[in-house]
């Protein structure tokens, strides 16, 4: 029942619910407003003949001049309105370079770059023709409400009097038409003034607000930012956990694998089985310390921080199982995150060439081009690896588009296999 | 044999003392920086230094800034560096200055408790003793280098010659005579243009060779 009275109800309330009323009050302040820049179009003929053509010319100009004159104070001044009596926050222009400098510049060159800006041209057309005619709207109707509830009362006084009341003299069956006219007035009116706020926040907010091409870059901005943090997150955390490793684990099993020697070595005396335990003890806490190297170094190591990506390579070159040639032309740091991104591709390309390529050599170039570092890693191996399949390379492709890079490989089926990365410097 | 360590882990720092102390050696001073490494050797002026790397504050290569100040000031100290990875560019500093009396291994060697000892024994008589890890590192660098003249074979002769080794201790790793060894020592000599006057100065040559030719830097 409440899903078909609620609708009827707040019919019935309409032209006395409070949200209708500010709405009024607001369409009438809008006005006033809309009037200051629209207003300007009477000044001429205020001194001039109606027919003197310059005032006539004028009078399209003149609002067009306020419009870019006052344009960033009139928008203020409707922004606070709207946030004041509706509660509405209309969006704002994202504050570019290019706001900052013009807005330190002298006046005419303030006002040049304010005719160029596409910004002051919406904001113009919000100003002199969507504004106001969503005012217009409002108003008319604001005014048909409040006539048609006045005419309304005068009618009904009109019915109960009869028709000789000194007030309006009328037959009371036309007082009675009248009276459901005035009625079926005020019932729709609010409707309208609503609708009409309604529209004028909408294309507040379309045209004093950020257009689509500065939202979208305001968007593209807070996504490489979000993006950067994320990547600087995971490289953070892996530090944090390499860092955890060394000064723990690492260290306990060194211990471990010491004392474990030193038994061996001094105790020679253990009956056969002990001795044999003992080293094979040994070896295993041997083996452990080295696969634990081997995944630490591989989750940050020192070495690329301190020194660069020239350095940290030799590592991964060195243990790769795949003879390596590396050859790393980088003259000077490029920041901390290309060089993660480079260092890991490298590791995990080498990893691949193990696993997948049966091959018998590999070479790693890495160079500097302008703002981009590139990389190559290439093998002599039976070739056929592609993208779209195997996780390893859907992963390189991921690591170089994390930071806006590119990556390429070139694997016919027999071989040879060629990985070729862009990495850019400047994020 | 007098020895300064500087090691930050306690666990560690308390298991090499115990195992030194056991063997032999005497540990004149255990420390957790490199500031008290310096402090330590310019009092006890030990034969032997064995330092950690990454110690505090950075935790990044104070110990091998620690042992090139050592080596400046006090030439006359061996200094053995450990790591939990060790770096050709962190060797090619350690042996900028000289490569006599030094050494430079991953810690799990540590493990091996009779070769580590050796290799200590090695550096403080002034012989140096490279972790195979960095020597491979340093073989996947060279370019265009008067090694690249050299045999395969001959490579992995060098190499272990930059991990300290003797003839017969390359031989044995190799399973060749010795001979065998000799040869190809002289025909690295001669490849790599080093004069036959200069005894056994050429090994170190010829290892300082191998590591200029991976780092331009040194």
Known sequence: MNAVLAPIGRFLLAPWRGRAWRDLWFVILSSALSLLPLGLIGLPWAFFAPSYLPSILACAFLPLLAAVLLGPQLTTLRRSAYDKIRGAQIPRAPHTARDAASAAAPFSPRMRARLRHPRTWRQACYHLIAGPAANLVGVIAGTMWVCGLICFGW?????????????????????????????????????????????????????????????????VTDLTESRAAVVDAADAE?????????????????????????????????????????????????EALGELRNLVRGLHPVVLEDRGLDAALSGIAARSP?????????????????????????????????????????????????????????????????????????????????????????????????????????? | MRTVIAEDSVLLRAGLTKLLETTGFEVAAAVDDAAGLLAAVERHRPELVIADVRMPPTFTDEGIRAALVVRRQWPEVAIMVLSQYVEERYAADLLSTSTTGVGYLLKDRVADVDVFL?????????????????????????????????????????????????????????????????????????????????????????????????????
Not at chain 1, 331 to 357: G, I, Q
């Open chain 1, 238 to 286: 892996r530090r944090r956990i390499e860092r955890d490793l060394h000064d723990g684990a690492q260290q306990r099993l060194v211990s471990l694998a010491m004392n474990l020697g030193l038994a061996r070595a001094t105790l020679k005396d253990l009956p056969e089985e002990a001795r044999t335990a003992l080293a094979e003890a040994h070896e295993e806490a041997k």
């Open chain 2, 118 to 218: 050796e290799s200590l024994r090695r550096v403080a008589a002034g012989g140096t003793a490279l972790d195979p890890e960095v020597v491979a590192q340093l073989l996947v660098r060279r370019q265009n280098t008067p090694l690249d003249r050299l045999t395969g074979r001959e490579r992995e002769v060098l190499g272990l010659m930059a991990e300290g080794r003797s003839n017969a201790g390359i031989a044995e790793k190799l399973v060749v005579s010795e001979s065998a060894v000799a040869k190809h020592i002289n025909s690295i000599f001669a490849k790599l243009d080093l004069p036959a006057s200069e005894g056994d100065h050429r090994r170190v040559l010829a290892v300082l060779r191998f590591l200029e030719s991976a780092s331009p830097s040194v």
């Open chain 1, 322 to 427: 795949v003879p390596v040639r590396l050859a790393v032309d980088v003259p000077r740091r490029v920041p901390p995150t290309v060089e993660a991104v480079a260092y890991f591709m490298v590791s995990e390309a080498l990893a691949n060439v193990a696993k997948h390529a049966q091959a018998s050599a590999a070479r790693v170039d890495v160079w500097l081009d302008g703002a981009l570092l590139r990389l190559s890693v290439a093998d002599d191996g039976i070739g056929g690896a592609e993208a779209a399949r195997g996780s390893g390379l859907t992963g390189l492709a991921q690591r170089a588009a994390s930071v806006d890079g590119r990556f390429e490989i070139v694997s016919p089926v027999g071989g040879p296999t060629t990985i070729m990365v862009e990495l850019p410097c400047e994020l």
């Open chain 1, 155 to 219: 009618l009904s006084a009109a019915i109960a009097f009869g028709p000789n009341w000194k007030w309006l003299s009328m037959a009371t069956s036309l007082a009675l038409w009248g009276a459901l006219v005035c009625l079926v007035v005020v019932y729709l009116t609010p409707w309208l003034v609503m609708a009409s706020v309604r529209w004028d926040l909408k294309f507040a907010t379309d045209l004093l607000g950020p257009s689509r091409a500065e939202r979208l870059a305001r968007r």
